[in-house]
């Protein structure tokens, strides 16, 4: 949703105005009349109207430009002289590649679909690339900001390991001479709902926490309003947010008036402080695949100060000029050895800095690159393929262009047409290629539920454009220049003299096409290895036991409002009756609560030690806790393995209980039973008793294996910010939804209930990823597949048309038809084994690159090689018999025709 | 004294009209209202900047920055007094042939 010009077209115009002393008002008229537009006719249209009055006003500049150099005589020196007389063949020669292509349609259309799919990918990737690899972040010199994260041990990458403590940030702000300056935002915000009542309907949002500083370290405008105040990034300080542009838009119809006015959120009023503008998405950037709606101050305090002392923060520091990164992490280490020295007491001192474009972009880089390896090889297959065709037209082509030269065409000329020729297919491949790239980038922001970053700013662009033409005329140079050079060279004598036909090839050429199939299998065949290797690994994701059972269960986010903060009994009682109220819903099997759903947020907690056991040398061990209520585990049908499960008689006033998964028992006691009646010591005076142990669950994601899981009853750890409540139904969601919403309405009117999801949807996003670009590999790879096969066809088809005559001779010499089959077939399979046995070394390596992004797989998977292997021969020989039975065919006829 | 092209005295006249608001965007909007024809930007900025050199307009950057405006200021045109002259001269001519073809030409 961004209401400004495209800002590529803006570069570009400024570019074309530059030197005009009116240039920047020029830029205002267009940005002005470009609102206009984008009011009457969407933003669509406003931008290709906008891209249009450029290219427009480029293009007059340039003709004057050329008007005036030729006014004044600059053209008529030299060998410009004549311009017009250049002009007017080169409209000639046009003309006639136009002839040249209308008179074989099918052969024009073939070639351009050809090189429109290698565009397509290649402009598609590119698209996708682009904002990652070329585009600077949209802040203020972008190139030095710097992101800071606590260097976790890499075996436990959860938030809680990697975010930083408050009172860091407070210190390396007093003490860091590196930066201008230093803010963070808190990493854990997802955990806290908000909702927003008083205008419409209850919704819940998304609120960010930063420091106050945030924006300005980040050098981003507000839209509208001010970014936040210093008092408001006091605890304490007065409540402010500032809406993203999303919200903006959707709730509050744009309207500017909304700055400086307050909403609800949570019951409390909040002053809305400011708009962000629409180039700046902090969920694009910073937290992809979680939308947020507003961010909101987040105290940054000094060490001793209660309430902020976990790890909770990101930090992006903006780098003093002239100073590198190397010596802001010197610097920063030299001030955590100094705090340390100062109190020994002291933890969480670990910073880690990279900077922040390489933070965003570079876990996504080993998908990227092998996208964009993957397009290239399917662009050279393409490359070869319309090579291979080219080639098999040269011989026709050369006898045209031999009786032209004789009749005086000069060789300069000749090539020029048939370079023509192939360009004006090349044009036609890339409108194909950009129309087929409209349609994938379209697709690819829509899919939000990627967890990839900036993918917002995925768009068919001016610049994709000409990365499209671009790649299209290159492929129409690389695979077109040398056939004209070879078809217009001299010789013409021998192709008039040389049969009435002129189809014959030399062998020298039919070698040479021969070895280009050779290549395209090797090539396709490495493609269809990478894919297959892909789905391996996805199946294998896919039948990963999750623990719980998705199908059928609906969730809710619940708002628990800060009502019960200190008030164990009364949360469990609102919650228990709320519970009990939903239970009564027709259609509703069981119902069950917890304060983060799997594969959602990620945190843990410190077990401190076990009672019995000596004292750990360490600070603790590592455990993923989650807050249940007894229903969660019978809904999401996650089993009881020993002792038992949680009930109502477990309350704030009976014995603190946990369970444990089975992973954990496992781990800590050995087995399942011993770890039952065992104490646990976290924080605080209790320790906490294993009653019972239940089975594993993914909690991070499918590949992620389950960590030591611990369950607190709901009574008794009231201490959740988020609640999402899971209801297992037999009726389809749309009949349980409603009543459900009124349900919970009737116990908390502020509840809101419009935003639900399946369970099974929340799966699916975690897979989405791996999802995306395995769909893009398969679809590279049946590309591949397919071209090779055209490949193979179109080689043999024209050999058997060539060899047709010897064949018939063999015929008549009594070679039998099966034979005959058999020989071309023979030879198809001998070509496609070459290069299934070139693509298999080939993709030995490639696959290497691979290995990341694999799972439960080896990447020299044999399965995949022999699998892959057997289809492209099975396609070759597929390809070949068709040509094969014709040649049978045609049999002894032949003779009797010539 | 330089001439002036049928368009160049369309392009004065408007920016005479607007008075309050004598700006490119205002200019093109009124050609295309009022004198029922279709402007290309390029062939407005040309012609203003031909104008210009003529000596019969000069224009300032208007240090007011709206947003509509991305921020960008605005070109406020002005016609000098030799494009007044040019405008009187041409008004002059015009009349001075129209009034001789009244009745050819019918109406009021």
Redo the contacts between chains.
Sequence with gaps: MSALPPRRAIRLLERVLQGDPAARAIVGDLHEDFLKVLDRKGERAARRWYWREVFLLAGGRLLAGARLLASRGLLARGRLLRWRDPARAFMQDAAYAARALRRSPGYALFTAGVIGLGVGAATAVFSVLEPFVFAPLPFHEPGRLVWIQNDADPGDQSLAAITVRSANLYDFRERSSSFTGLTGYNGFFEAAAYTLTGAGEPTRLVGAGVAHDFLDVLGVEPLHGRSFSPEEGEPGGPDAVILSHGLWVRRFAADPGVVGTTLTLNGLSHAVAGVLPPTFDFSSIFSPGVPVDFLRPYPVLPAGDRGYQGNRLFLIGRLQDGIGIDAAAAEIAAIMAALAAEDPERWGLAAELTPLQEHIAGPFRPALFMLAAAAATLLLIVCINVSNLLLARAPGRAREVAVRKALGASRRRLVRQLVMETTGIALLGAAVGAGFAAVVTAWVPRAAVLRVPLLDAVSLDGSALLFAVAVAILTDLVVGLVPALRVAEGKEAAVLRDGSTGQSQSLGARRMREVLVVAEVTLACVLLVTSGLLVRSFRAVLAVDLGFDARGVITWQLAPGEMFRGRPRAASDFYGALVDRVAQVPGVEAVGLIDGLPLGRNRSWLLKRIIGEPEPQEEGIQVFPQIIDPGYLSTMRIPLLAGRAFDRQDTDETAPVILLNESGARRLFGSERSALGRLMHFWGEWDWEVVGVVGDVRHVSPEVGPGIQVYYPLAQMPDFTTLDMVVRSTLPPAQVTAPVGEALREIDAAMPVEETRNVESIVDRALSTRRFTLSVLGAFGTAALLLAVLGVYGVLSYSVAERKTEMGIRMALGASAPTVFRSVLGRTVALASVGVAGGALLSLVATRLLESLLYGVSPTDPVTFIGMALVLLAAAALAGAVPAGRATRQGAGVLRAE | MAKLGEFELLVLLSILRQAEAP???RVREDLEDNARRRV????L??T?DRLTDKGFLT?E?DPTEVP???G????RLTVTEAGMDAVRSARDVLTAFFGSVRTELGGA
């Design positions: 700006f490119a965007n290309t930007r390029g062939a900025y040309r203003i224009w950057l509509e405006r991305g960008n200021p605005m070109r």
